[in-house]
């Protein structure tokens, strides 16, 4: 859960290395630290806690001697708290050797105990120092920084990305992963190491993705990759479809409020060169259309917003391919001992491609003979490679520690996944594909109309800022849309959120409501079930009648809920299925908004992190 860097090259390490960990500070922002091997040979680095900024300020007060070969880290602790000695780098071989770690080491303990025992002093609480001091002590056995990592990594129990550099050996950064990501930089005359892409785009697009138990080692013109018994590897290099400005905040008040306005594109790229004359077709699935066609069961895997995209995903994938669908959060997946074999199609839904829970349950799902899809966000990352097909959404580098465009944009996939499937199976004619089709097709100019309504949902927040809790409700799609709603304002605003099904109400929830409480309704388009329409109309009644305040989000023209809402928020007229892709964006901007007002930083709330790599 924290973001690495590492640069090799002719110019300064340190530019380099601080622009990669800006870009990567959504990783985590507990602490930063950096480690350069200066020109006169010399290992320096500096670390500090708290974000990246504090780290920055410390540098240009204190400026460190530069040099061309560095590695940088940004923190989400996981053992030892957010402090200047548990922050990365971490010293070994009497400070020669600099180290910095993602993951988690669940064997530290055994390993610290037997370094003590032969005399090895910690100056931290966490598990990389571990790792760090044993690099070190190979790293005199053998001399080689690459080969002292092999016997290490064979050590470790868990989750690592090592990278690391010794000042005897100038113009190397090596590296190590094993379930969590790594990605090299190719550029001219330098290489680069990152957590992702984005930690190097502005330099370079070419990338290699370092797959699992495998060591990188970089200099300034080469790199090579063996596995952990020292086997080489084959580097096989892609093009990053990124490109710098699309991981910048360009000159939005945050990223959150740019990756929200981005929606629109961010579904025409996930749909671009994927329907042509009406129809889905979906190129990079060719591999696995025998399997689509004899599946019986899906079952999706998800975290967060991502399971909501999911949950949204089934009610269309089941109505056109006709195929039982479930969802299932993924930390809940796997320890429940699910009934999987090769008629079932897991798919996992992921932006980062590296959340644990979700890659675990994907490895379950594998190990248990099932298919698997990854519909990801990331290229080069975990999820994807594990999986036997993979799905890009194309949303872009997402920053903002809430997701917003990646859920429409998975959304999106999930249903072009949907009607893929039915073409396949046959369970859906011409006409009604290219109905399915013609609707995601008419998503971003409606998502751009959506955008339009900011304004009024601003003053809506602003009017709300003393707001103590807000409830959500929504029937057939709206119910995910409702649940996304409460996600993004408790974990924007910190303000108690709950979504419940509209149905659902009776049976309890409605002991909530008292004069003056918000509730925001998913109203259901008119143009699906008239009964489902009426029945969530009943329930505004319901609760305006008990002093409810309701803000309803509702389509265009539709005149019913007007004399029950104390607010309307339009959105498009669409089909019932295409709605959410709609209805969830004002309720992005209300989190984001409110959130603003009560003064918080919207890119990075508390407590979290973007992606989620331990379990
Ligand atoms: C909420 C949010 C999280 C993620 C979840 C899964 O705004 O961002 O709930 O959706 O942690 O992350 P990915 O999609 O990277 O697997």
Redesign the pocket.
């Known amino acids: 859960m924290c973001g690495i860097v590492g640069y090799v090259g002719s110019r300064g390490a340190q530019d380099n290395l601080l622009g990669g960990l800006r870009r990567l500070e959504y990783r985590g922002y507990d602490s930063a630290g950096i480690a350069v091997i200066d020109e006169h040979g010399t290992l320096d680095i500096r670390k500090k806690s708290g974000k990246l900024r504090v780290l920055l300020e410390d540098l240009a007060a204190h400026p460190m001697a530069d040099g061309a070969t560095g590695i940088g880290h940004t923190r989400w602790a996981t053992h030892g708290g957010p402090t200047d000695a548990n922050a990365h780098p971490h010293l070994g071989d009497d400070g020669k050797l600099a180290l910095i770690h993602n993951g988690i080491i669940e064997n530290f303990f055994a390993l610290k105990d037997e370094l003590v025992a032969e005399g090895y002093e910690f100056s931290s609480d966490t598990d990389s120092e571990v790792a760090a001091v044993l690099l070190g002590r190979e790293y005199r056995a053998t001399g080689d920084l690459v080969e002292a990592f092999g016997r290490v990594v064979g050590r470790l129990n868990g989750a690592f990305t090592l990278l690391a550099i010794h000042q005897e050996q100038p113009g190397l950064v090596v590296g190590a992963r094993r379930n969590s990501p790594l990605v090299v930089g190719l550029g001219n005359g330098e290489n680069f190491l990152g957590s992702d892409v984005a930690a190097f785009i502005e330099h370079t697009r070419r990338a290699v993705a370092v797959g699992h138990d495998q060591i990188v080692a970089i200099t300034a013109d080469g790199i090579s990759i063996t596995d952990f018994s020292g086997a080489m590897v084959p580097v096989e290099e892609f093009e990053v479809a990124w490109d710098a400005e699309a991981a910048d905040k360009g000159g939005w008040s945050s990223f959150m409020a740019k990756e929200i306005s981005e929606q629109p594109e961010a579904v025409a790229n996930t749909l671009a060169g994927r329907i042509t004359a009406g129809r889905v077709d979906l190129t990079e699935l060719a591999g696995i259309a025998d399997v689509l066609r004899s599946i019986t069961r899906i079952v999706i895997v ?5 399971a909501y995209s999911g949950m949204v995903a089934k009610y269309a994938i089941e109505k056109w391919a006709k195929l039982p669908v479930e969802v299932e959060l993924s930390h809940e997946f796997r320890y429940r001992e699910p009934v999987l074999d090769s008629s079932v199609l897991v798919i996992s ?7 644990m829970d ?1 890659l675990m349950a994907v490895k379950y799902a594998a190990e248990a003979g099932a298919h698997t899809l990854s519909v990801c966000n990331t290229q080069g990352a975990t999820i994807p490679r594990e999986s036997s097909a993979v799905l890009y959404t194309r949303a872009g580098p997402e920053v903002a ?3 917003t465009k ?1 859920f429409v944009a998975q959304v999106a996939a999930l249903y072009l996944f949907g009607l893929h499937l039915a073409a396949l199976r046959g369970t859906l004619g011409d006409a009604e594909q290219a109905e399915g089709a013609a609707g995601l097709q008419a998503i971003p100019e409606k998502l751009t109309e959506v955008l339009l309504e900011g304004e009024r949902i601003e003053q809506l927040a602003h009017w709300m800022a003393d707001t103590r809790a807000v409830l959500f409700l929504g029937r057939h799609v709206g119910y995910p849309v409702a649940l996304e709603g409460a ?2 304002l408790k ?1 924007l605003a910190y303000i108690h959120a709950e979504g419940f099904a509209a149905g659902e109400l009776k049976h309890g929830p409605i002991a909530l409501i008292e004069p003056g409480q918000p509730v925001f309704v998913i109203v259901p388009s008119p143009l699906g079930s008239e009964l489902i329409h009426s029945k969530v109309v009943s329930n505004i009644q319901e609760i305006r009648a008990r002093g409810a305040r309701v803000i309803a989000i509702a389509a265009a023209g539709d005149v019913s809920v007007l004399p029950f809402a104390d607010e309307v928020i339009r959105v498009p007229l669409a089909e019932p299925l295409f709605e959410p892709l709609l209805s969830v964006v004002p309720l992005q901007m209300f989190a984001m908004r409110l959130a603003e007002a009560k003064g918080l930083d919207v890119d990075q709330p508390r407590n979290l992190a ?3 790599t331990v379990e």
């Not at 998800?302 to 991502?306: E, V, W």
């Not at 839904?349 to 959340?355: H, I, K, L, P």
């Open positions: 998800a975290c967060g917003t991502a839904v992921s932006q980062s491609g590296e959340t979700t520690v809430a997701s990646a996600l993004k974990e973007k992606s989620v």
